[in-house]
């Protein structure tokens, strides 16, 4: 059984403990938000939210709003026995999941932080991940997974730092001061790092799994929420909803 299968299975438990795949009013919807609906109009203009090279879709469930980055958007609607049934074989199937996830468990108070945070709060995010960062771990070489250029910024002034990203805009370009590699690398710069600080959209995109059980790792963003919840991964996400 892969990780995600893990992660729908134990969902599943949660659904029939909490009998809400029985409710027929119980719907699941998700559908793409604005780049100023996801992020607002933070100071910097290179977040990939902004560039167009992903979009956050959201889902509710009841009182609950979950949120999942993905390069497959598109519209869903449909009960939870629905969501648990998708087979999850590309990014759009795994976004809904997975920002249906999050709904759910941020209405059973299971998670916090499935939200975005916005406008200014994410250059606040990426100065707070450099203490994070020294009181977790201290001095650090640092694999990052997936080009988040705030964060990158504030880490590369304080840490050795090595970046892979899939977008082919960013690979062989330097960015923050850093040069970004293949995703293909991403073996070779996970032995280097001593740490790893991986985006939570690779929940979504299928590399997540690979990541695990090397190296201490940090997955970033509200993506990952759920899915953090449910297998005892460590996240952070200082300034989300």
């Known amino acids: ?8 299975t134990r969902f599943a438990s949660l659904v029939e403990q909490n009998c809400l795949a029985e409710e027929e009013v119980q719907v699941v919807s998700a559908r793409p938000l604005s780049p100023e609906e996801a992020i607002g109009s933070p100071d910097r203009r290179d977040f990939p939210l902004l560039k167009g090279k992903e979009v956050m879709i959201q889902a509710t469930f009841r009182d609950g709003l979950g949120q999942a980055y993905t390069d497959q958007p598109g519209n869903y609607r449909g009960p939870l026995s629905e969501v648990l049934a998708l087979p999850l074989r590309n990014n759009f199937q795994r976004a809904v999941f ?9 209405h059973l108070k299971l998670v916090e932080k499935t939200i975005h945070c916005r406008d200014q709060e994410p250059g606040l995010c990426a100065g707070r991940l450099v203490e ?3 009181e977790r771990f201290g001095n650090p070489r640092i694999a990052f997974i997936g080009l988040q250029p705030a964060m990158v910024e504030s880490l590369a002034a304080h840490f050795a730092i090595r970046v892979t ?3 082919p805009d960013n690979i062989g370009r330097r960015r923050c001061g850093v040069l970004i590699e293949d995703a293909q690398r991403n073996e070779e710069v996970l032995s280097w790092g001593e740490i790893v600080l991986a985006t939570g959209s690779t929940a979504v995109n299928g590399t997540l799994q690979p990541l695990l059980g090397r190296k201490p790792v940090v997955f970033y963003g509200v993506t990952v929420a759920g899915v953090a919840r449910l297998a005892g991964l460590e996240q952070y996400c200082y300034c989300g909803r």
Do not use: G, P, T
Not at 1 to 8: P, R, S, T, V
């Open 1 to 8: 059984m892969n990780f995600l299968d893990q992660i729908k």
């Open 165 to 167: 990203d899939l977008d």
């Open 132 to 134: 994070y960062v020294r």
């Open 98 to 106: 997975i920002a249906s996830l999050n709904a759910v468990l941020r």
